[in-house]
């Protein structure tokens, strides 16, 4: 079965870039999307087709998608946004998540 | 705007089988695709598998064998089933739409992403 893998855990300092990164075979010729997920809360979804944000979602998060690697990029970290991320993408007709990132901003 | 609310029973039998309804309120549930989605205590998300408004399925091939989604139009509702339930079934188990846009792969179609969450519902599976 396909598998995405993330980091378990991503640092980073307020004002600061994060990036989560996603891998998976050919990950690039598939769509990823993104989602936030806050302590107790459900998930969120932050970036879709790759680097499309949904209404509402600040300008500083962004993605991109190449080869075997899915990027999900906060720019300008905030406090707020300190939160599990998870990738997902499709394959095979089925929907695939990665096993999601803790971003700590410190 | 549309809001999902999953429902039912917080605590079920092993063997036994696991029963959630999905209502969907402020919109309609025609012409989008409808998923449930799950997360054990302190882990990732799994998906469960999806159900168009006419009715067609996909399931999770790691829980096929255990699930059926079914869709009420009428109530603007659709369910879950999980049956031969264990431990390693308790979960929070939350409800989905598939965003409005996707793609074809081949014969298949893929939404764009999952855009709007219920708040979740918890299920233990204990005697």
């Known amino acids: 079965s396909y598998e995405l893998t993330q980091p378990p855990s991503v640092s980073v300092s307020p004002g600061q870039t994060a990036s989560i990164t996603c891998s998976g075979d050919?990950?690039?010729?598939?769509?990823a999307s993104w989602y936030q997920q806050k302590p107790g809360q459900s998930p969120f979804l932050v970036i879709y087709q790759d680097t499309k944000r949904p209404s509402g979602i600040p300008e500083r998060f962004s993605g991109s998608n190449s080869g075997n690697t899915a990027t999900l990029t906060i720019s300008g970290t905030q406090a707020m946004d300190e939160a599990d991320y998870y990738c997902q993408a499709w394959d095979s007709n089925t929907v695939v998540f990665g096993g999601g990132t803790k971003l700590t901003v410190l | 705007q549309v809001q999902l609310q999953e429902s039912g029973p917080g605590l079920v039998k092993p063997s036994e089988t696991l029963s959630l309804t999905c209502t969907v309120s402020g919109g309609s549930i025609r012409s989008y695709y409808w998923s449930w989605i799950r997360q054990p205590p302190g882990k990732g998300l799994e998906w469960i598998g999806y159900i168009y408004y006419s009715g067609s399925t996909n399931y999770n091939p790691s829980l096929k064998s255990r699930v059926t989604i079914s869709v009420d139009t009428s109530k603007n509702q659709f369910s879950l089933k999980l049956s031969s339930v264990t431990a390693a079934d308790t979960a929070v188990f939350y409800c989905?739409?598939?965003?409005?846009?996707?793609?074809?792969?081949?014969?298949?179609?893929?939404?764009?992403?999952?855009?709007?969450w219920g708040q979740g519902t918890t299920v233990t599976v204990s005697s």
């Open positions: 989905a739409r598939g965003s409005t846009s996707g793609y074809n792969y081949g014969s298949n179609y893929y939404y764009y992403g999952m855009d709007v």
């Open positions: 050919k990950l690039g010729n598939k769509y």
